[in-house]
């Protein structure tokens, strides 16, 4: 029977290293660390992680660190399900960052099977809300950056050029090396391709 600690960073600019310290400093015994950079969104993808979870079913691994739970499952659904093919199989999850759970093994059955689900639910949901309103921030941040970006910050008068230049006859090409605008730092830049596409088919529209 072994100990894992599973690490889960969803970018390359998270540090893996720092979930480590932190899972080692609740871990007793020796361990393997099985490293994976994925999305918890994305678990059929997680190559490391199902295999983690088959050596579970083997019963090879009785205890599972993790920095947070959801490095485990976003999706409050999910979480629950793991948490009891885990305990079907006999290997706990322990979580750095909710380590006020290792309370809910100690209750003797069978009000540890009561409480311990209400507390899954609860902080499934809780998991599942943060998602959530992260998923809305990004949603706000790239919006604010199209107005700021491409074809929103152009002028009134750069976008008629384009449509000048194309009635013309000039290629979309052309017309990227012919129209120019000012930049937020009075620096002066050639009209993207993209951008000319973009105005020709709205145009068109």
Not at 17 to 31: A, F, H, P, T
Not at 89 to 104: A, L, M, T, V, W
Not at 113 to 138: F, P, T, Y
Request: with cysteine; glycine share 4%.
């Amino acid at each position: 029977m072994k100990t894992i600690i599973y690490l889960r960073t969803s970018t390359a600019e998270q540090n893996p290293q720092n979930q480590l310290k932190d899972c080692e400093s609740i871990c007793e015994g020796e361990y393997e660390v099985v490293e994976e950079k994925q999305s918890a969104f994305k678990d059929t993808d997680r190559a490391k992680f199902n295999a983690v979870r088959e050596r579970i079913k083997k019963k090879e691994i009785n205890h599972l660190i993790v920095w947070d739970w959801d490095r485990l499952f976003r999706n409050r659904k999910k979480f629950i399900e793991f948490f009891k093919f885990c305990d079907l199989y006999g290997c706990k999850i322990h979580s750095f960052r909710q380590q006020y759970f290792e309370d809910f093994y100690k209750i003797p059955p069978p009000f540890d099977e009561i409480v311990s689900n209400l507390i899954l639910n609860l902080m499934g949901h809780v998991a599942e809300e943060e998602s959530k309103k992260k998923g809305e921030r990004v949603k706000i941040a790239y919006e604010n950056r199209k107005g700021r970006w491409g074809r929103k910050s152009l002028s009134k008068g750069t976008i008629k050029e384009v449509l000048e230049k194309k009635k013309q006859g000039l290629s979309i090409r052309e017309i990227s090396d012919s129209v120019f605008y000012w930049d937020k730092n009075r620096n002066q830049k050639k009209v993207s391709v993209g951008a000319v596409h973009k105005i020709l088919h709205e145009g068109n529209k």
